[in-house]
């Protein structure tokens, strides 16, 4: 697709929507000469030219990735008009997007008659969700498990909920034994499940928790930031399909979360939440004097936190799954061959003899270990420092994250291991671009080289 041939056709389009009003000028005060721009622009490139090439399969990190070529026509054409989705007055056209997806979505997770809305990120959307829970089990506490987003415990704080973190696995999924021992002290009201940890990709056993519901009286709020999209992948007749039974348990839990910002190929600043109860709505009840003037239209921003949401994340969005719907054979097909770069990766690294898999990939996340002598926590911990400090360098650079793990996570995967500290970095992949599919071969001989030549030095 032709970027700049698009991008054109969109401010052709908005100069034509502007013309079809009452000419005037524009004002001085703002005015900037053609060669003043030229200046300081030619810095601004170059200050961004110091970022890690997100888009590029040498880069094997964190999870970031440009938008698709769709969203960012999208985003860049409603930006030019700037709507604000906070309410009808404030975004006619993008409201109407923005319910629209927010249908696909729910409709993803199997929700039926559902509310929801975009946020701004996964964290506040999480934060909505454990609001709303808090509404409906006051004075009751939030259990996570010790492998859930570091913003759950922080969002407890803030809306004064205690938050109990229950233990993992071996696959950094949550202990369900452990979670019913502190259900049955009667102090939870809310249980949150990750549909894929941040650090690993481990979907928590959501089927198993939703029959503890039966017996005890709790919310379940799916955490599913950076998993959601995998859904699509759940009951596929090939390699690269996930276990159903949890995703398909998603429809029956109270709320879910979801960051179209990650898997969904959009720009940052749009996240998802989605509650199976409409009725939850009056929690969100407000006035405002200034906003909501199309009194019979439907506002989103009057089931929300927030106030201003960016109209053109909504239309990215929209214009996006016209073309990329969230179904297997729509945006599905971008995360499975992701998820078969995971699977191929892993298998090559847990038959190398420099690197070592920490575990198996739930979805497509990588996390493996330089394999060193002697065998401790201190050395991997340096080592796996090392290689992403020196992978970033040189002409082929291959940039790589890192992920902090405690011993007995690490020993417990893999004895031989010494445990001479507390934890140890080790090293974690995020294959979110398609593109990993075919650069697989290349990436393993690189991280390979790179680890063999770290581990000489030691
Ligand atoms: C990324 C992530 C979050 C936080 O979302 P932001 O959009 O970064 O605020 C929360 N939970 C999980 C599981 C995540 O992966």
């Not at 979360?257 to 749009?270: E, I, N, R, S």
Request: aromatic share 8%.
């Amino acid at each position: 697709m032709d970027l700049s041939k698009w991008m054109t056709r969109a401010i052709e389009e908005n100069a034509k929507w502007q013309d079809s009003f009452a000419p005037f000028s524009p004002h001085s005060s703002m005015e900037v000469e053609d060669d003043a721009f030229s200046d300081v622009f030619q810095d601004f490139t170059k200050r961004l030219g110091k970022n890690y090439p997100f888009f590029h399969p040498s880069y094997a990190g964190h999870m970031v990735r440009p938008p698709h070529f769709a969203a960012t026509v999208g985003y860049l054409a409603t930006m030019l008009i700037n709507p604000n989705n906070h309410a009808f007055d404030g975004g006619p056209a993008t409201v109407e997007m923005e319910k629209e997806v927010v249908a696909r979505l729910s409709a993803m997770f199997g929700f039926d008659a559902s509310l929801g809305h975009l946020t701004t990120s996964g964290t506040i959307a999480n934060l909505e969700a454990l609001y709303v829970a808090r509404e409906l089990r006051p004075g009751r506490g939030v259990a996570f498990s010790e492998e859930a987003h570091f913003t759950h415990s922080r969002m407890c704080r803030v809306l004064g909920l205690e938050g109990h973190t229950v233990s993992a696995d071996r696959r950094g999924r949550m202990d369900v034994e452990a979670l019913e021992k502190l259900l049955r002290t009667q102090q939870i009201g809310t249980v949150v499940l990750t549909a894929g940890t941040t650090g690993l990709g481990a979907v928590d056993p959501i089927h198993e928790v939703l029959a503890l519901r039966e017996r005890y009286d709790i919310r379940i709020h799916v955490d599913a930031a950076y998993g959601g999209f995998f859904t699509l992948l759940k009951g596929l007749d090939n390699a690269e399909a996930v276990p159903p039974e949890p995703w398909l348990a998603v429809s029956q839990c109270d709320s879910v979360v979801v960051d179209p910002h990650k898997h969904g190929l959009q720009p940052y600043g749009c996240g998802a939440v989605l509650f199976n109860d409409p009725d939850v709505d009056r929690f969100y009840a407000h006035d405002s004097p200034y906003t909501y003037c199309a009194a019979a239209e439907f506002n989103p921003g009057e089931t929300s936190l927030e106030c201003s949401r960016s109209g053109a994340a909504a239309a990215a969005l929209w214009l996006t799954f016209q073309v990329l719907p969230p179904t297997p054979s729509g945006l599905g097909r971008v995360l499975a061959a992701g998820r078969r770069a995971a699977l191929d990766w892993s298998a090559r690294i847990a038959s190398s003899e420099v690197l070592e898999l920490y575990q198996e990939p739930e979805l497509d996340i990588v996390t493996y270990f330089p394999v060193v002598r002697p065998a401790s926590m201190k050395l991997i911990d340096q080592t796996s420092a090392r290689m992403l400090e020196n992978g970033a360098k040189g002409t082929d650079p291959v940039f790589l994250s890192t992920l902090k793990v405690p011993s007995g996570a690490l020993t417990g995967r893999h004895s031989g291991v010494v445990a001479d500290a507390s934890e140890a970095r080790i090293i974690r992949s995020v294959l979110m671009k398609p593109e990993f599919e075919h650069f697989i071969p290349r990436l393993h001989d690189r991280v390979e080289t790179l680890a063999s030549s770290q581990t000489g030095f030691s």
